[in-house]
């Protein structure tokens, strides 16, 4: 069957390691997507807002599965919220204190929340993912939709806290689940909403297959993205999980690999023919 939906992932994919994209070749391509009916998805644990400013001539056509699909729109209309209660926020962040070497990111709909005592350095490398971002002085009390939670942390430390959280997280009859962003983040997402049910309900709302799906990925938050569609690709740089779901390869994000799948659908080559 002819491919109908190509959903990427943003860093370590469609990014390369300076948070850049060959734009000029991209926007050709999706003028060549757009005329065959072809949808293009981005799907990032990013916040909205920041994914929305990386495509600013295209952003009000296309369509966001964003924070690890806890949120999803399509042409700047809401598809999908989810939503943590109170308690459930303030339970998972009394997990997260016993964590002192974590910076924690509590992620909501209007914005994303820090604590005011956040090292200076740490906030421009969350700026880096986050458009909208809060210092607040009380994280238990943010009136709005909270919806994840995002650590960041030295990337040797990344595998055990999860080991870690999700002991606890298991005590705490599972509110959200943790999974590897790459580049020393680690996201809490709440369970069954990760990228792969996004894209899936946009596949409903366009009539999509599974089977017509493309997905490129390079981090642990992309596995189920990758298992869902038809033509999954790992990038030469992903962990060797992701490498293990994808069933093909493309080049490392620094040698423009997803724009470089997007090319061989386009050209109808292997393995699109």
């Not at 295209?58 to 109170?86: K, M, R, T």
């Not at 596949?203 to 999509?208: A, D, K, M, N, S």
Request: aromatic letters at 8%; proline letters at 3%; charged letters at 25%.
């Amino acid at each position: 069957m002819a491919v109908k939906l190509v959903a990427v992932d943003m860093d370590g994919t469609f990014l390369d390691s300076a948070k850049r994209y060959n734009k000029t070749r991209f926007l050709r391509q999706y003028a060549q997507l757009k005329e065959r009916n072809i949808r293009f998805v981005v799907a990032s644990g990013n916040q909205y807002y920041q994914l929305h400013s990386y495509f600013p001539e295209i952003a009000d056509e296309i369509a966001f599965v964003a924070e690890n699909g806890a949120w999803i729109s399509d042409q700047n209309q809401e598809v999908f919220c989810g939503e943590l209660s109170a308690e459930s926020v303030r339970q998972v962040l009394a997990i997260l204190a016993e964590e002192p070497e974590i910076h924690t990111v509590v992620c909501g709909k209007r914005s994303a929340y820090i604590s005011p005592s956040m090292p200076d350095e740490v906030v421009a490398l969350l700026s880096n993912h986050y458009r909208r971002l809060e210092k607040c002085a009380d994280l238990n009390n943010i009136d709005d939709t909270i919806f994840k939670f995002s650590l960041n942390l030295p990337h040797d430390g990344v595998a055990p806290l999860i080991e870690r959280l999700t002991k606890a997280l298991n005590a705490a009859k599972n509110i959200v689940h943790p999974v590897s962003s790459g580049f020393g983040f680690v996201d809490l997402i709440i369970p069954g909403l990760h990228k792969a049910h996004g894209i899936g309900l946009l596949q409903q709302r366009w009539g999509i297959d599974d089977c017509e799906v493309v997905a490129i990925g390079d981090s642990g938050n992309d596995i189920e993205m990758l298992r869902h569609a038809g033509y999954s690709f790992a990038m030469a740089n992903a962990t060797e999980a992701v490498t293990t779901a994808a069933r093909y390869r493309t080049e490392s994000h620094d040698d423009e690999g997803a724009l470089n799948v997007i090319a061989r659908l386009l050209a109808k080559e292997y393995p699109f023919n």
